[in-house]
């Protein structure tokens, strides 16, 4: 594809129900961000995947969640036991190695209802 | 650690006045510094970055590594510039992820 791509772009849940968020980056892009933003919040950052090393998951705001990314492509971000403070737009952004210039996907709107 | 600060959450101004939107870093080493922008309805895309030394649509940053400052400016704002700016930060090396900072609204009134 074009661009980075997110799915869903929406997602509706329940308090206390698991979701999979997916990103899908840039073919041959390294580098793999996933952040928050959230109003007053701007972007906080959650996880950084950079090649085949240890990921970077100190930006994590609980245990509650985890992200995966599998053959070096595709990533999933999981919240488990959602709470209504995860409500906000989940980002995702890929980088090649060469260039630091972030690609951002358009997001998923999580509401936790 | 690093850091990006924006001090200010919202600045209005009206069209064709000067635009200083402030951003402040902390670094210990030599970081790669940008500015991010993001249009109604559209995805957060870059706008510019320090080692480009480039203008774009009118908007340029200086780095200062003295007051370790990397401000975006612009003489004459246009309606079209409203959006929501973030700066960034990236390390170099290993050390080369992306922070940001918390952002800034940037409303330009007719």
């Known amino acids: 594809g074009a661009g980075v791509s997110q799915s869903p772009s929406n997602k509706v849940t329940e308090k206390g129900k698991d979701v999979e968020l997916r990103c899908d980056p840039i073919s041959g892009h390294t580098a793999l961000y996933w952040y928050r933003q959230s109003l007053g919040q701007g972007l906080e950052f959650l996880i950084y995947f950079q090649g085949n090393s240890a990921p970077d998951k100190s930006g994590l705001p609980s245990d509650r969640f985890s992200a995966e990314r599998t053959g070096g492509s595709v990533s999933t971000l999981t919240i488990q036991r959602t709470q209504q403070e995860d409500s906000a737009v989940y980002l995702c952004?890929?980088?090649?190695?060469?260039?630091?210039?972030?690609?951002f996907g358009q997001g998923t709107r999580l509401t936790v209802v | 650690a690093q850091r990006v600060t924006q001090p200010e959450k919202l600045l209005s101004v009206f069209k064709g006045a000067p635009v200083e939107l402030k951003c402040n870093y902390s670094?210990?080493?030599?970081?790669?510094l940008f500015w991010y922008v993001q249009y109604s309805r559209q995805r957060l895309q870059l706008l510019l970055r320090h080692i480009s030394r480039e203008s774009i649509k009118g908007f340029t940053a200086d780095l200062n590594k003295g007051e370790t400052s990397f401000h975006l400016k612009k003489p004459f704002a246009q309606e079209e510039d409203s959006a929501m700016y973030y700066c960034?930060?990236?390390?170099?090396?290993?050390?080369?992820?992306?922070?940001f900072g918390k952002g800034i609204t940037l409303s330009v009134r007719p």
């Open positions: 670094y210990s080493g030599s970081p790669e």
């Open positions: 952004a890929s980088s090649n190695q060469q260039s630091t210039e972030a690609f």
């Open positions: 960034a930060l990236s390390g170099t090396g290993a050390n080369s992820k992306l922070t």
